[in-house]
């Protein structure tokens, strides 16, 4: 596709060459502009179409690319072969109506020792999530602990800012270790270096073992990832028990989940999406929907299916564009071409062959709908610009947008085939006037 | 003195819906090189209908037409483009100027249209030609910054730029007045007189008189042809705006 746009933009590169180097045709590009420069507002009005139509286009292209990056990105992040299986709090079905003490859901070891003979499975990171304040001495943070296992440091492509990461020691001796996110680490430890310091998290201390550099915080959860304490998930286990109480609104709550989350990798990306489906069907035995799987790189198929369906309004746009720009061009043309019926015929007694008249009026048209097409181009990176820009600012809403420069290249070669296809009539009406008839015309 | 064109019974018949209208009837007219002749008659004689088969501008029903040797009367479009192009220079009535081009660039025009490359050098030759109908203080004008003679003027250097064997002008000096007309009849005996061949239509007298031939038409044939023994001599000094030396050095060198 690259290829096509360099080739295109040699094209018309040498297409506007060839215009200017020969005599010819550079009086008449320079007549083209003169013309078109005396009546600026008709030729403005004659290209609107094709300078909305290209201008939507060039928006259009550049949103769902955008769309399409940030699916990427998130790929890139998450892991295109990595599926993330979760525990999630179900929706009041007939058990909680009874009003159970304890809410009981979610993942479980034997579910997790299930998924482990698939295999395709190459690895497979256990976490249990939950709130926890974080103190230290007088300084309380409301955070989240994170207890895994050393492999989620590479599954999550976390980077250390100072310090280590938990080591299978650290799981087998049951050890009181912590390590902080980096927000976390900021917040409870402004000016010192929080390594070999302690933490009380519940009733026990926990020491400080490493800091981890800053993450971005991927979109879809409203937790500070940056605000995580990381602990072994075996010490969790022992510390906290699966029994999490909640106190909210006056009242109290517990909730017993094993294991809050599942990152597993899977051995190569064109398994991932079968491996996904095993998962769900061995999870379907729940009987309840306390789990999703996520599998990132649906959100690449999704984008694809967003994309196509721009591609597919794009197409509709463009050509609806195109219709009424080459009407246009057509029309403005016709009228050009009657009004210098008399110019016509002064140009064919003094030596103009037919298809200089031809070449002549089909350069103005061209000249026309390439300008056309240039505002369409400049009004569409000024959609993409401003519109994502006044979005943020006004209705704290995000809209990815990544300028296609294929689009570009494709809106400026239709643009010259639209003056083309459309001026030819025009142009060959003007080239087969009667050159007497044209010189007797007032 | 050799001829530069030739008819033999050239005839142009118009249909209209029903009626056929006889414009010209088997005219046969030879016109010498270095020649000026004048076409006249009353109004609707064919004069115009004749000065458009001569300038290729028209195909004859019937007859034949040789121009510089060649037989134009059955060519094709393009061909008779190139030789407007190559033999033949217009002058009209309405002056015919581009509205969009200066005085210079509407001089180039047929320089454009014989394919030639344009260069500092065709420039000179039209800025040259704009000085000799002297409007050399008027290169970069547009033609509705001129007075009606001054256009005329450009329209004459314009017919010159391409060197043509004959020079056409349908009624030069339809839309001038008397002084005017003067100085434009003055401007092209001085070309002819440097040896251009030139076929005037009109039907003023005293226009007529300018020239060395005189034809009369009436009812598309040519009812007589008369040779100008004393045609109309300009007063050396009556018009400044001809320049003498320009002239033969733009005009008499050309031809060659
Ligand atoms: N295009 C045409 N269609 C029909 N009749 C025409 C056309 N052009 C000229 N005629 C007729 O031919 C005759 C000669 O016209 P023209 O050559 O213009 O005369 P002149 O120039 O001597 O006044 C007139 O009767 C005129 O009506
Ligand atoms: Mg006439």
Same mark, same amino acid.
């Given at each position: 596709m690259l290829i096509f746009s360099i080739t295109a933009i040699l094209m018309l590169a040498s297409l506007f060459a060839c215009i200017l180097i020969w005599d010819k045709g550079r009086r008449s590009f320079i007549l083209a502009v003169r013309s078109l420069w005396l009546h600026r507002l008709r030729a403005f009005l004659s290209v609107l179409g094709i300078i909305i139509g290209t201008g939507a286009v060039i928006s259009l292209m550049a949103f769902g690319e955008g769309s399409m990056q940030d699916a990427l990105e998130d790929i890139r992040r998450l892991g295109a072969n990595n599926i993330m299986v979760r525990s999630v709090k179900p929706t009041d079905d007939a058990g909680s109506s009874k009003r159970s003490y304890i809410a009981i859901y979610g993942l479980t070891y034997t579910d997790f020792d299930k998924i482990a =003979? +698939?295999? =395709?499975? =190459?690895r497979m990171v256990p976490m249990r999530i939950f709130p926890q304040e974080v103190r230290r001495g007088y300084k309380g943070v409301n955070s989240r602990i994170v207890s895994t296992i050393p492999d989620y440091l590479d599954i999550h492509n976390i980077e250390m800012k100072s310090g280590r990461f938990l080591v299978a020691d650290d799981e087998v001796l049951l050890r009181n270790v912590a390590v902080l996110g980096s927000e976390l680490a900021n917040r409870l430890f402004p000016f010192e270096d929080p390594i070999d310091k302690e933490v009380q998290l519940g009733t026990f201390f926990y020491k400080i073992i490493g800091v981890m550099k800053e993450r971005s915080? /991927? $979109?879809?959860? =409203?937790?500070?990832?940056? *605000?995580d304490v990381v602990i072994p998930i075996a010490t969790a286990r022992v510390r906290f028990g699966e029994r999490i109480f909640m106190r909210s609104a006056g009242s109290r709550s517990a909730e017993k989940v094993e294991i809050s989350q599942i990152t597993l990798t899977v051995s190569d990306t064109e398994k991932v999406r079968p491996t996904g489906e095993i998962i769900r069907s061995i999870l379907e035995?729940? /009987?309840? #929907?306390?789990w999703t799987v996520n599998v990132p790189l649906d959100r690449l198929e999704e984008a694809e299916r967003a994309k196509e369906r721009y591609k597919m309004l794009l197409v509709l746009i463009a050509s609806i564009s195109l219709l009424v720009g080459g009407i246009g061009i057509m029309n403005i043309m016709l009228a050009t071409v009657t009004e210098r019926t008399r110019e016509i015929g002064i140009r064919r007694a003094l030596g103009a062959k037919r298809r200089d008249i031809t070449l002549q009026f089909l350069i103005e048209a061209v000249v026309q709908t390439s300008v056309g097409g240039i505002l369409g181009i400049v009004l569409g990176l000024a959609m993409v610009y401003a519109l994502p820009f006044f979005a943020e600012t006004f209705w704290d809403a995000r809209i990815p947008a990544k300028v296609h420069f294929e689009s570009i290249t494709w809106s400026l070669t239709t643009a010259v085939a639209v003056g083309i296809v459309f001026g030819i009539y025009p142009s060959r009406r003007a080239a087969l006037m009667d050159p007497i008839e044209a010189l007797r015309h007032v | 003195m050799a001829s530069v064109l030739k008819i033999i019974d050239l005839a142009k018949i118009y249909s209209l819906e029903s009626v056929l209208v006889y414009a010209v009837k088997g005219v046969t007219l030879e016109v010498e090189e270095g020649d000026f002749v004048a076409l006249m008659g009353? !109004? /609707?004689? $064919?004069k115009s209908t004749l000065l458009n088969l001569l300038g290729c501008l028209d195909r004859p029903t019937n007859g034949q037409y040789f121009l510089a040797g060649q037989d134009? #009367? @059955?060519?094709e479009d393009d061909q008779l483009s190139n030789i407007r192009s190559r033999y033949l220079g217009f002058i009209f009535q309405q002056y015919? *100027? *581009?509205?969009?081009? &200066?005085v210079v660039e509407n001089i180039e025009i047929p320089l454009l249209y014989q394919g030639a490359k344009l260069s500092n050098s065709t420039t000179n030759r039209c800025i040259g030609l704009a000085q000799l109908v002297g409007l050399g203080n008027r290169l970069?004008? @547009?033609?509705?910054? *001129? !007075?009606g003679g001054q256009q005329q003027r450009v329209a004459i250097a314009r017919s010159l730029v391409n060197d043509p064997a004959v020079i056409l002008a349908d009624e030069? &000096? $339809?839309?001038?007045d008397s002084r005017t007309s003067d100085e434009i009849m003055h401007l092209l005996s001085k070309l002819n007189e440097a040896g251009k061949t030139i076929i005037m239509v009109t039907h003023e007298n005293d226009i007529a008189s300018w020239a060395k031939r005189v034809v009369r038409m009436r009812d598309g044939v040519i009812e007589s042809d008369i040779r100008n023994e004393k045609p109309t001599v300009s007063i050396e /000094? #009556? &018009?400044? &705006? +001809?320049?003498t030396e320009l002239l033969e050095s733009l005009v008499l060198n050309q031809s060659k």
């Open positions: =003979t +698939i295999p =395709t499975v =190459t915080q /991927g $979109g879809v959860s =409203t937790e500070d990832v940056n *605000l035995n729940h /009987g309840k #929907a306390d | 009353p !109004s /609707g004689s $064919g134009v #009367a @059955r060519m015919n *100027l *581009l509205p969009q081009y &200066t970069d004008h @547009r033609p509705m910054q *001129l !007075s030069p &000096t $339809g839309n001038l /000094g #009556a &018009t400044s &705006t +001809i320049q």
